[in-house]
């Protein structure tokens, strides 16, 4: 018999607001490391021109739906701000 696996993360168990700040967070983490990874593969010696076009392309799939999820463009333009101004929902993250 097949072994089942344990659900390490019940979001059941949050209230919904509460899962949606938490997808919503998961998301902007993946867009910062996907972005990292574009950022050192783009700086490679040998590039890999199919990659980092494919990674363009992901990084365009994820924008586009954090900007669906948070209903502006606030966080894409914090992101990519060169000042180092604190986000207004940092400490609503923090919680989680």
Do not use: C, W
């Not at 344990?6 to 993946?30: H, M, S, T, W, Y």
């Not at 606030?74 to 701000?81: G, P, Q, S």
Request: proline share 1%; net charge negative; aromatic share 8%.
């Amino acid at each position: 018999m097949a072994e089942q696996l344990q659900n390490l993360i019940d979001l059941g168990q949050f209230p919904k607001n509460d899962v949606e700040l938490i997808a919503r967070e998961f998301l902007r983490v993946v867009y910062i490391e996907s972005i990292q990874d574009y950022a050192e593969e783009s700086q490679k010696t040998e590039k890999n021109n199919e990659l980092i076009t494919n990674m363009e392309r992901a990084l365009q799939a994820i924008e586009t739906v954090i900007v669906m999820l948070d209903g502006d463009e606030e966080f894409l333009k914090y992101i990519h701000a060169d000042s180092g101004e604190e986000s207004t929902e940092d400490e609503e993250y923090d919680r989680f």
